[in-house]
């Protein structure tokens, strides 16, 4: 044997997981495609584990690939399966046409990201037809998650009918129908046609986000004035009372509360919602139409721009507004994608105050059983501990970008048991914009670079909203 040169080969007993040796310089890494030639077929597979082989030819280090059989390529395209057990003497990266025949196999189409293949840069596409499931981004700050989910939802908006509430808590997404100048011109001119309807606190636009008091879930009602059916028994039976008669969009009539011949628990009552200040919330719709209406509207995108109320707990009341309301009409069974950015403020995995609790209980609700109503959830955060964990379970879908600290990417490793550990374990060195793709939304779990966002990122620079 020629020292200088290594004879690849690959071993396949079972038909589902290979071993190949191949030189270090045909620059294999864990994630690959590889192309797996016998004398008579081509397996493709993917890389998931690498060493170096102590034991390769000296000057011409080699390493070990191991990884899982995807199927065969042939003229056709890719069949997927086990195959027969192989000895193969090629082992190569796999190019364009493998990648892409796996794409087209798997009905993959939508494009989110790029990555580098033997030959060149392909496009890393979704499966449109799996994105009926709930997902998790998640990446340290400043890891590009706000502008990846900017691009997911773009993309989605163009490439799938899909209905989405967007809850922003950071107002990141108010701009989200404004298509940049350098966008791709066919995806710009269908971006522009698409119904995007921004909604901001009171006196901030056209549409202001409000919510009417009597429409609220009753514990909405009470958790907004800190009333526990047991404890404030009294308080809770007056607002209770008053919940039939209320008029307008404000909670009770605070006069009624004061006029003479007031009992003990109007009084109580009355200071409660006065020390609270609830009756000063902007998030009160004093006659202007309710984000529940303007919902059930259905505009493929409504944003909520949550970040502009006064109090903290205005934005986690229109929160379990909208919640509510989509638990409420699950029967319906309209398809919506829910989509939160930082969501452990609104399903905390320590929920702090009624509210909290109200919302994240909710979205356990819908994260366990909404997706047989179409109710989906796409949620990104910094760290899988801050995400309640009866949700972080239910979601098949995993954006896992840069994470570097080791007890973060073990749990992500152990909830999100279909993405490799070799290749979550690569989160802590991922760049900007880097992302693993895992679950069933990608044919295989995939390590890749963000596309580019087609419109504006939110941000200090905020325009008027279109109307
Ligand atoms: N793929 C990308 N391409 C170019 N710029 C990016 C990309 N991802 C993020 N950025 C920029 O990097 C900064 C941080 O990204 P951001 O999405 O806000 O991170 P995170 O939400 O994880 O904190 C932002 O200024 C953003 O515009
Ligand atoms: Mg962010």
Redesign the pocket.
Known sequence: MDATHVNDHAVCLDGRRFRAVAPLGRGIVPGDLVVLTTGTQQVLGQVHGLSLDGDGPRGDPTVVAEGDVLGLLGADGVELGPTAPFVADQVQRAGTAATVALQEKTGATIPVATRTVSDGEVDVRLRPGKLNRHTFLC?Q????????LGVLLEQMLVHTGITMVVLDLNADFVRLYEVRTDADPALARALEQIDVRVLRPAGEGTDPLVVRYPDLDVRAAAAAMRLDPLVDRDEYEEVLRYREEAEGGRPLDIERLRAPGRTPEQERLHQRLRNLGVLDWQVWAQGARPVTEILDDRHRATVLDLSGFAQPEERLLVALAVLDHLWAHRAERRPTLVVIDEAHNVCSAAPDGPLQAAATERLVQIAGEGRKYGLWLLLSTQRPSKIHPNVLSQCDNLAL?RMNGPSDLAEISSVFGFAPPELVAKAARFG??EVLLAGGFVPVPTVAR?G?RLTA?GGADVPVPRS
């Not at 700050?141 to 990846?148: E, F, L, V």
């Open positions: 990446g700050s400043g890891s590009g998650k706000t502008y990846a970008m900007l914009g963000m580019s990122e």
